[in-house]
């Protein structure tokens, strides 16, 4: 079994930063993609950028390219998600995900999945 939990979302500016973090416990973290998604409210869940198990490929939405950086740490058991020039339509619970059985940027291919945080965007 995996366990996943998110940190690092709050309240901030447009034009600000935040960096989310996934921790992993459980075996085998190393072994399998992971990857960040996001659901802003009444709107269906949004894939944000996965990367693969070793990190030598990483796939970003366009919405998000060139603004957001995906990486992870094997030897920490740890995925982040750095986040620059935040947008208003940014604001969504994020959501780290793992173990993806399927196209990396489907959600009903990652087995694994954590509460999410909350980012918050003002304009």
């Known amino acids: 079994q995996v366990q996943l939990v998110e940190s690092g979302g709050g309240l901030v500016q447009a034009g600000g930063s935040l960096r989310l973090s996934c921790a992993a416990s459980?075996?085998?973290?190393?072994?399998?993609?992971m990857a960040w998604f996001r659901q802003a409210p009444g709107k269906e869940r949004e894939f944000v950028a996965a990367?693969?198990?070793?990190?030598?490929?990483?796939y970003t939405a366009g919405s998000v390219k060139g603004r957001f950086a995906i990486s992870r740490d094997n030897a920490k058991n740890m995925m982040y998600l750095q986040m620059n020039s935040l947008k208003p339509e940014d604001t969504a619970v994020y959501y780290c995900?793992?173990?993806?059985?399927?196209?990396?940027?489907?959600?009903?291919?990652?087995?694994?999945w954590g509460q999410g945080t909350q980012v918050t965007v003002s304009s």
């Open positions: 995900a793992g173990s993806s059985q399927g196209p990396m940027g489907l959600a009903p291919s990652y087995a694994y």
């Open positions: 459980g075996r085998d973290f190393s072994g399998y993609a």
């Open positions: 990367i693969r198990y070793n990190g030598d490929t990483i």
